[in-house]
């Protein structure tokens, strides 16, 4: 594929993969491994791909060079999704120099048991890389999601090379019905949703450049209507609510805490309220996490379990404090038979949280949902809808 006349994309699509990173599921839509190869008078590959699929994107690799032997190969990111195929790379290559940042070489030492030392060109903030009549700048992006990343920008087509950043779920050889933002979203604060303040940084960087083209490690290429992913990766970077809207998360046992939360859901939308409604024991955690930062208001719902909140709410309460939730609206619903205490279990690790606002109205279903129970869904509906 090209991406501008002389920046050809070599990557590959994962139909095999079920599980990201070991946790995030991605069997309906698969995966992409992005790479790329920039033709000057030198030649540079950007990045490599998953261990599985090394000779395959080897392969693109020489079909791009139509001949022509590379210079060096750019590390943007040791992850080993991207640096698995660094070593054959360079066992094919003989003469190319490895181009990564100090700390990238060190990563290699531990994964490979070689840092190429005597072909390393080590890059940092500032550094210029010479293609002949072109050239790659680099852009120190610690923490973006790895302590060793940088990215790179060549002004001559005005590309920005963002290693993880601007990254979505998906193969390449797919249309996500969905679009960008959704899996764009659920791999964000899955996965760099921790980072706020280092995007920050970086995107204060990249914008005193030209950019017209964004080649993620993950995802499409962007090369239309910039500004948005540009705005919605600050949007996201400082926590700010995405949309309007509630996220009601249930742990249920026999029904009453799930009917609680269904019946709040039913009265939010009849107020005109956008609500994601999920179930914490059955559907996928990481939507559960994406759409609690998309939207403002956020409503925990949990039986009381030995005492606190159930496994799963716990869970739950925990990767949203380990992604840095806060200035959000948080009400809470619990359940239990002889003595609900949920929701102070909740509101206790809440409280751990930056800028959280607490609704007044707390929901306590004691046994079943009767009429006690649904005069306080009816008010926390009200005061969540003002």
Known sequence: ????????????????????????????????????????????????????????????????????????????????????????????????????????????????????ADRQIVCKEGFELDLGGRTLSFIGAANVHWPEVMFSYDSQDKVLFSADAFGKF?????????????????????????????????????ASLDVECICPLHGPVLSENLPYYLGTYTTWSNYEPEDHGVTIAYASVYGHTKQAAE??????REKGESVSLFDLARDDMAEAVEDAFRYDRLVLASITYTGGMFPFMNTFIHTLA??????????????????????KAMRAQMEQMADIQFAETVVTVRGSVDDAARAQIAALANELAE
């Not at 054959?88 to 840092?115: I, L, W």
């Not at 921790?194 to 920050?200: D, I, P, S």
């Not at 948080?330 to 359940?335: D, K, L, M, P, R």
């Open 263 to 268: 019946e709040l859901a039913g009265a939010l």
């Open 170 to 206: 998906g193969a390449n050889d797919i249309e996500d019905p969905e679009g960008w933002a959704c899996e764009a979203r659920r791999y964000y604060f899955g996965i760099v949703g921790k980072f706020g303040k280092n995007v920050q940084a970086v995107l204060k960087k990249v």
């Open 322 to 343: 380990e992604h840095a939730y806060q200035n959000r609206k948080v009400a809470f619903i619990e359940s239990g038979t002889w003595a609900p205490a949920a929701a």
């Open 1 to 116: 594929m090209q991406v501008t006349e002389t920046i050809k994309y070599v990557g590959v699509n994962d139909h095999d993969i079920d599980l990201f990173e070991g946790q995030y599921d991605v069997r309906e839509n698969g995966m992409a491994y992005n790479s790329y190869v920039v033709l000057g008078n030198k030649v540079a590959v950007a990045d490599t791909v998953d261990a599985h699929f090394v000779e395959e994107w080897l392969g693109n690799v020489e079909a791009a060079l139509a001949g022509r032997t590379p210079d060096y190969l750019v590390v943007h990111h040791m992850e080993p999704d991207h640096s698995a195929g660094i070593v054959a790379f360079m066992d094919r290559y003989p003469e190319a120099q490895v181009v990564a940042s100090k700390m990238a070489f060190k990563m290699m030492n531990a994964y490979f048991g070689t840092d190429f």
